[in-house]
């Protein structure tokens, strides 16, 4: 029990670093304008419903947290090395 725990803090914690590479990356993205920046702008607005929804249905069926986690981990981790393919 300790250790599914102590995975789900030290995967949550992961996550929100992750998470902050990618919004730099975004930013960083964003402020240089043109066509890339918008169409980052909508793939950005849409993955978020997109994730909630798949979320919500996950956890309203009896999902774990633990998942959620790791899906949203991939998809961000996902969107990091696309961010800095281009870089």
């Given at each position: 029990?300790?250790?599914?725990?102590?995975k789900?803090?030290?995967?949550?914690?992961?996550l929100?670093?992750?998470?902050?590479?990618?919004i730099?990356?975004?930013?960083?993205k964003l402020?240089l304008?043109?066509?890339a920046?918008?169409?980052?702008?909508n793939?950005m607005?849409s993955?978020?419903g997109?994730?909630?929804?798949?979320?919500?249905?996950?956890?309203?069926?009896g999902?774990?947290t633990?998942?959620?986690?790791?899906?949203?981990?991939?998809?961000?981790?996902?969107?990091r090395?696309?961010?800095?393919?281009?870089?």
């Amino acid at each position: 029990m300790i250790n599914a725990f102590a995975k789900l803090g030290f995967d949550s914690a992961m996550l929100m670093f992750e998470s902050q590479q990618v919004i730099a990356l975004r930013l960083a993205k964003l402020a240089l304008g043109g066509p890339a920046a918008m169409s980052e702008a909508n793939r950005m607005v849409s993955e978020k419903g997109i994730a909630l929804a798949e979320a919500a249905t996950h956890m309203a069926f009896g999902g774990s947290t633990e998942d959620v986690v790791r899906k949203v981990r991939r998809t961000v981790r996902a969107n990091r090395k696309r961010l800095t393919r281009n870089h």
